[in-house]
């Protein structure tokens, strides 16, 4: 490469290219002569290899931090896992089931369970900051923010391993949480294209407001219900997972038993086993009742063993041989 240098130590002809001296550059006295001539020929070897290579595509960020289907059937192609079936209305407490079931699990507050692994616990840590947030100590209104899906049309799933102590054994769990427009689609709509999960499904939460059981809204509570069953009815292909029919804020209210027997009749006319539970997903600080109460029931009868059902893939359904054997694989080797 060649290079000029210059014996003035003032010269400028690098910053302005006129000389100090008022001399011709190329004719200057004081001129260095070139390293090499001028006419010299760079030579840049070329064919070397990138230092990082071009990626494929553009890198991606997951859109959410909760599973899709894929990372579902994925994760069940290794191990049989638990899947919960999640609806109810806006506000009915199913988000704030979720989130007190994550923060029971954190703080090691299961008397039968403990925490062993989830892939998904940005997703527990997203919906439960609300728990964390209080007003001069406190319970506020709403404890956690209204869900919303990164793709509407897709559900997405929190994956939850608990170790079941008594058993010595693990169970995981894939539990949707959805909004409750699409339970309120599904019953005015009938928009059944979003659930077909459903028919994987090893038992269904139906999330009703238990301050609504109460209020003179018992009524139209029940009958919402009947509606949203016939729909499951519809929807499923029998034989039906298990209904668990949830009754929430147990702290604030007390549904009446006869109001509680008559959701269960309505289950079991449209040919579901149906149960019912109470819990409280938090409590004030002068309600009786504990926070948490009834959720680890709740789990505990949703990791019982059961027969194999349907599944859903795509838009059709088939028999789900494989998905037993792999149940009765993990059972052997210690899993739930």
């Known amino acids: 490469m060649s290079v000029d240098g210059c014996t003035q130590p003032d010269c400028t002809v690098a910053?302005?290219?006129?000389?100090?001296?008022?001399?011709?550059?190329?004719?200057?006295p004081r001129r260095i002569a070139p390293i090499s001539p001028a006419n010299e020929e760079i030579e840049v070897e070329t064919g070397l290899a990138p230092a990082l290579p071009t990626p494929e595509e553009n890198p991606r960020f997951p859109a959410s931090t909760t599973f899709g289907l894929a990372e579902v059937a994925q994760l069940s192609a290794n191990r049989y896992c638990h899947t919960v079936g999640i609806l109810g209305a806006p506000d009915s407490g199913k988000t704030a089931l979720l989130a007190s079931l994550y923060l029971l699990v954190a703080h090691d507050r299961?008397?039968?369970?403990?925490?062993?692994?989830?892939?998904?616990?940005?997703?527990?840590?997203?919906?439960?900051?609300?728990?964390?947030?209080?007003?001069?100590?406190?319970?506020?209104?709403?404890?956690?923010?209204?869900?919303?899906?990164?793709?509407?049309?897709?559900?997405?799933?929190?994956?939850?391993?608990?170790?079941a102590m008594n058993l010595e054994r693990v169970a995981d769990f894939l539990i949707p949480d959805l909004p409750g427009e699409w339970t309120e689609s599904l019953i005015d709509e009938a928009r059944t294209d979003r659930w077909d999960f459903l028919d994987s499904a090893d038992v269904l939460w139906l999330i009703v407001d238990g301050r609504g059981l109460t209020n003179g809204q018992h009524l139209l509570k029940l009958h919402r219900l009947s509606l949203l069953l016939t729909r499951l009815q519809s929807l499923l292909t029998p034989p039906y997972p298990p209904v668990f029919l949830v009754a929430t804020r147990r702290d604030v209210v007390d549904v009446p038993r006869d109001i509680l027997d008559r959701m269960k009749t309505l289950a079991e006319e449209r040919g579901f086993e149906a149960t019912v539970h109470l819990v409280a997903s938090f409590a004030g600080e002068d309600s009786e009742v504990?926070?948490?109460?009834?959720?680890?029931?709740?789990?505990?009868?949703?990791?019982?063993?059961?027969?194999a059902r349907l599944i859903a893939s795509g838009s059709g359904r088939h028999d789900i041989g494989a998905r037993e054997m792999l149940r009765y694989r993990c059972h052997a080797e210690g899993d739930v």
């Open 15 to 28: 910053v302005t290219g006129i000389c100090v001296l008022g001399n011709p550059t190329a004719q200057c």
């Open 110 to 163: 299961l008397a039968d369970y403990a925490f062993a692994d989830s892939k998904t616990l940005m997703g527990f840590e997203q919906i439960s900051k609300g728990a964390r947030h209080w007003n001069n100590g406190r319970l506020p209104e709403q404890l956690t923010d209204h869900t919303q899906m990164a793709d509407e049309r897709i559900p997405g799933f929190l994956h939850l391993r608990l170790r």
């Open 290 to 307: 504990q926070p948490g109460e009834g959720v680890e029931q709740l789990i505990h009868a949703s990791a019982a063993e059961r027969p």
